[in-house]
């Protein structure tokens, strides 16, 4: 079992930025490839970014690439999710989640634990 806890949501200004953290327990972290997605409301949960198990690589949205970054610290447990230029079409709850085995997964019936969400509002 991992448990991961996000942290880091708020309520920013269109052009600002936040930061996100996630923080992993339970298993070894660096098995898990770790993503963010986001859901708005009454829309389906969406693939955000993700970065491998190494944090070697990482992939993103086309919606968010360029603004977002996602980093992870197999030291510390933590994978992290820096937002720039954000835009109202950002706001969502935005969940951690965690792919054995894996080192890129971007639909989310392939990862095996999620967080909680931390909520995500970007005024205009």
């Known amino acids: 079992q991992v448990q991961l806890v996000e942290s880091g949501g708020g309520l920013v200004q269109a052009g600002g930025s936040l930061r996100l953290s996630c923080a992993a327990s339970?298993?070894?972290?660096?098995?898990?490839?770790m993503a963010w997605f986001r859901q708005a409301p009454g829309k389906e949960r969406h693939f955000v970014a993700v970065?491998?198990?190494?944090?070697?690589?990482?992939y993103f949205a086309d919606s968010v690439a360029g603004r977002f970054t996602i980093t992870r610290d197999n030291n510390k447990d933590t994978v992290d999710l820096q937002m720039n230029s954000l835009q109202p079409e950002d706001t969502a709850v935005y969940y951690c989640?965690?792919?054995?085995?894996?080192?890129?997964?971007?639909?989310?019936?392939?990862?095996?634990?999620w967080g909680q969400g931390t909520q995500v509002t970007v005024s205009s």
């Open positions: 989640a965690a792919a054995y085995d894996r080192d890129y997964a971007a639909e989310t019936y392939e990862y095996d634990y």
């Open positions: 339970g298993r070894t972290f660096s098995n898990y490839a």
């Open positions: 970065i491998s198990r190494n944090g070697g690589r990482a």
